[in-house]
């Protein structure tokens, strides 16, 4: 997969040996949001270090760009990697959320 758009807001994450574009468009938001509660709240959670891995999971899911595996083989793969593989992609998506684009 081509690298992300910064421009749009995208970032790359690297899971079970591909890179796979994040890109928080309207849609994926409002998924997540819809599935999250409030996203604002979640950002205000993950400031607080309060994020769990269930809300990290289910917003870098709706923001991933054509998937290419079921969300429960995503979901193992984001435990695999491990929290600290993750964290720079969920940090451009949270802060797409506070600032937009």
Wanted: hydrophobic share 60%.
């Amino acid at each position: 997969m081509s690298g992300a758009n910064a421009v749009r807001g995208e970032a790359v994450l690297a899971l079970a040996g591909a890179e796979l574009r994040l890109r928080p468009s309207f849609a994926a938001l409002v998924a997540a949001e819809a599935e999250l509660g409030p996203l604002f709240a979640l950002v205000e959670r993950a400031a607080a270090g309060g994020l769990t891995l269930a809300e990290m999971a289910a917003l870098l899911w709706h923001c991933l760009d054509a998937p290419a595996m079921t969300r429960a083989a995503f979901c193992e793969a984001l435990v695999e990697a491990g929290i600290v593989a993750v964290t720079p992609a969920l940090r451009v998506l949270l802060g797409q959320v506070l600032a937009g684009r």
